[in-house]
């Protein structure tokens, strides 16, 4: 039996390597991705025909790439999202599919809140005029007493609240779920939410179509 366990996602064990001793310790031969980039269909079966299992970035897992990894016995997703695998190819084959909710969560929410401190300060088009040899004085906006709409409240979105909350933001989320999450923010309907928001923030699936031409011609002007 295959003992192969294949990497796909180009950055693992790069600034921590112990994941991979853990994996070599229990006989388990790894294999890396070579092209330190998102793989495509063709080099994901080539790399994984013969393995038993996957750690998986966001590359497309479909029933054709699946259908070629006769193997293979556990997909485990770097992240949250789950949806670029096949989920029912996957339970048909006798795939066991899994992700790492909590992997990411904080990395992730540290970097929208960056994104967001980027774009109200303008950061990267000075660095860019400066780099040019241009010095522009452009004045930047304040986070603090911002209205913030975050669409998604997981893991991620209630950590990028959670993070905003000392730059005196008014927060506030919408979110599909019907039950109460139980926060300290305030859930408001999506068109609320576009309409007020003077940052909008979304952390849902790339399946879910929440922002279409009507939604951006009601966002705040």
């Known amino acids: 039996m295959s003992n192969i366990v294949v990497?796909?996602?180009s950055s693992f064990g790069e600034y921590d390597t112990s994941p991979l001793g853990m994996l070599r310790e229990e006989g388990f031969e790894v294999v890396l991705n070579p092209y330190r980039r998102k793989v495509k269909p063709d080099e994901l079966t080539?790399?994984?025909k013969d393995a038993v299992g996957l750690i998986a970035g966001t590359e497309p897992i479909t029933e054709e790439v699946l259908l070629l990894m006769n193997n293979l016995k556990v997909i485990s997703r770097c992240g949250t999202g789950v949806d670029?695998?096949?989920i029912n190819a996957a339970e048909r084959f006798g795939i066991?599919?899994?992700n790492t909710p909590d992997a990411t969560t904080l990395a992730v929410a540290e970097l929208t809140v960056s994104l967001i401190l980027n774009l109200l300060r303008k950061v990267n088009i000075m660095d860019a005029a400066i780099r040019n040899g241009k010095w522009e004085k452009l004045m930047g906006n304040l986070l603090s007493?911002?209205?913030?709409g975050i669409i998604g409240f997981g893991k991620i979105g209630q950590k990028v609240a959670e993070l905003l909350r000392p730059f005196n933001c008014d927060i506030q989320y919408y979110d599909i779920r019907t039950e109460d999450l139980r926060s300290e923010f305030g859930k408001v309907?999506?068109?609320?939410?576009?309409?007020?928001?003077?940052i909008i923030s979304i952390h849902v699936?790339?399946?879910e179509q929440i922002i279409g031409k009507e939604e951006f011609r009601s966002v705040k002007k």
């Not at 309907?189 to 003077?198: A, H, M, Q, T, V």
Request: hydrophobic fraction near 35%; aromatic fraction near 4%.
């Open 7 to 9: 990497i796909s996602t």
């Open 46 to 48: 080539r790399l994984a």
């Open 189 to 198: 309907e999506l068109r609320e939410l576009l309409k007020e928001s003077d």
């Open 84 to 86: 670029n695998v096949d």
């Open 205 to 207: 699936s790339s399946k």
């Open 96 to 98: 066991k599919v899994f």
């Open 145 to 148: 007493g911002k209205k913030v």
